[in-house]
């Protein structure tokens, strides 16, 4: 069974900075692509960032050179980095694996920023 878990959401200042967590399990985490998703209301939900198993990580162009995303396989661990925080970077978070053809996703976390 797989199961994702995210943590690290909160409130914070625009220009503050906040890590997500997410913790995997039922998956060998270290041969499975990761991303992180984020879904603001009234808005459709849209990938932020992408680590495969190895290689390059991708990130939307509203967050490059923002955020960073990163793996820990020792941990099944995936963390979203991010910095610099907007207003507009406002939604929940989703942690995101593709499993044998199917998309899971954890429960999310939510996202403020605002002074």
């Known amino acids: 069974q797989v199961q994702l878990v995210e943590s690290g959401g909160g409130l914070v200042q625009p220009g503050g900075s906040l890590r997500l967590s997410c913790a995997a399990s039922g998956i060998i985490f270290s041969i499975r692509p990761m991303a992180w998703f984020r879904q603001a209301p009234g808005k459709q939900r849209e990938l932020v960032a992408r680590i495969p198993s190895a290689g390059i990580t991708t990130y939307a162009p509203s967050v490059k050179g923002r955020f960073t995303i990163s793996r820990d396989n020792a941990k099944n661990t995936v963390y979203l980095q991010m910095n610099s925080l907007k207003p507009e970077d406002t939604a929940v978070y989703y942690c995101?694996?593709?499993?044998?053809?199917?998309?899971?996703w954890g429960q999310g976390t939510q996202v403020t920023v605002s002074s």
């Open positions: 995101n694996t593709l499993y044998n053809g199917d998309n899971y």
